[in-house]
């Protein structure tokens, strides 16, 4: 009973991998009709079929996999993760062997490009930290958020938005300035092919500047308030994230791709490391789902994963192997490999608030430094 169920359920998750479109189709012709006709059929009698009703049964039914690990005993490949647990939670660290430290009372918390250091904010404060929690430098401003720090070893800038607008510190606490006074929405995100170069939305337009300059490269008018910016690991790429659609620009600021679907919301999108795969979580009423494009190959979409309800944040492992979703609904982690699928349950207890009370939680920047 087992293997048929697993059978069907193959049959049924690969009728829904399916190809985001863009452009407007032509007219199928009459062979490729007759080839959808019998593949429908092949779909429709694995649903009817006793093992294809259980199999759909347990996906209207469950929320959350089965038979899920009782608590994250460590992660499947190297690396360390920041996990956020909102309102009170703070700010933690989670070592590839399970380890879990709480680094302080803070809202937000973002790698330096290494992994040696973190910033964090809270209310009125941008602070720099070692992985112990110990606080390097403070900074005092007001309502500061969405840190990002990039550079060298020894050349670094932090990039955050405050109640001023969008602002640079150098890495050692030095020379903060203000940038846009326009820019208070979503997340700035350093080039990663140019020193010491933002993008960052400002009035509906996607702006790249050089922050030591101040000279600005290319405007993209995008017409929309993003909530996301991620840059491919080359520097080729850059992905403006927003509930209608997923604009792809290229490095000077070209539409290289959109990619949008009918009826559903794009909320997480993060390009996998030393690719041009970008995974994107798609919201469709009461249903979500984790799917992977690549730029490279327009037009084509791989569904990774779904399930009910709402799925949160998203992060590749630094080998790129594996894709970590957060599921807040069925307070589960998903860490994610091709078809295998490793889940964690009881998420919410791991990372307690001060209240107890159950927390929101975010992944806090990259899976940093395998």
Not at 153 to 161: E, G, N
Not at 196 to 216: K, M, P, Q
Not at 217 to 227: E, L, T
Not at 241 to 261: E, N, P, W
């Amino acid at each position: 009973m087992r293997d048929a169920e697993h059978r069907a359920w193959e049959v049924v998750k690969r009728a829904f991998d399916e190809r985001m479109p863009a452009s407007v189709p032509r007219r199928p012709s009459r062979h490729l009709v007759a080839a959808l006709v019998v593949a429908l059929g092949a779909v429709v009698a694995a649903v009817l079929s006793p093992p294809g009703r259980a199999v759909f049964h347990q996906v209207r039914e469950a929320v959350g996999v089965q038979h899920a690990a009782p608590a994250l005993f460590s992660l499947p490949t190297r690396g360390r993760l920041l996990v956020v647990s909102a309102a009170h939670g703070g700010v933690w660290l989670v070592h590839d062997n399970g380890l879990k430290r709480r680094l302080g009372s803070y809202d937000d918390a973002q790698w330096s490009p290494h992994g040696r250091f973190l910033v964090a904010t809270n209310a009125s404060s941008l602070v720099a930290l070692d992985p112990r929690g110990d606080v390097r430098w403070s900074l005092i401003r007001r309502e500061p958020r969405s840190p990002r720090w990039e550079g060298t070893l020894t050349d670094t800038r932090i990039a955050y938005i405050s109640a001023s607008g969008l602002r640079v510190v150098a890495g050692d606490g030095t020379g903060d300035k203000l940038i846009d006074r326009r820019a208070k929405d979503a997340p700035p995100a350093w080039d990663t092919a140019k020193a010491h170069t933002l993008a960052y939305e400002s009035s509906g337009t996607v702006v790249l500047r050089n922050t030591d300059t101040g000279r600005i490269d290319w405007r993209a008018p995008i017409g929309v308030v993003p909530s996301g910016l991620e840059w491919s690991d080359d520097g080729h790429y850059l992905a403006v994230v927003s509930g209608q659609r997923i604009v792809v620009l290229d490095a000077r600021g070209h539409v290289r791709r959109t990619v949008s679907m009918l009826g559903a919301s794009l909320t997480e999108g993060a390009f996998a490391p030393g690719s041009h795969r970008f995974a994107v979580v798609v919201r469709s009423g009461s249903r979500s789902e984790v799917r992977v494009v690549d730029v490279d190959r327009p037009g084509h979409a791989r569904l990774l994963f779904a399930g009910p309800g709402a799925f949160g944040d998203i992060a590749w492992s630094p080998d790129a192997r594996w894709l970590l979703v957060a599921w807040p609904t069925a307070d589960q982690w998903l860490f994610l490999h091709g078809a295998h699928v490793h889940a964690v349950a009881n998420i919410n207890e791991q990372f307690p608030r001060s209240d107890h009370r159950g927390p929101r939680l975010r992944l806090a920047g990259r899976w940093c430094c395998g």
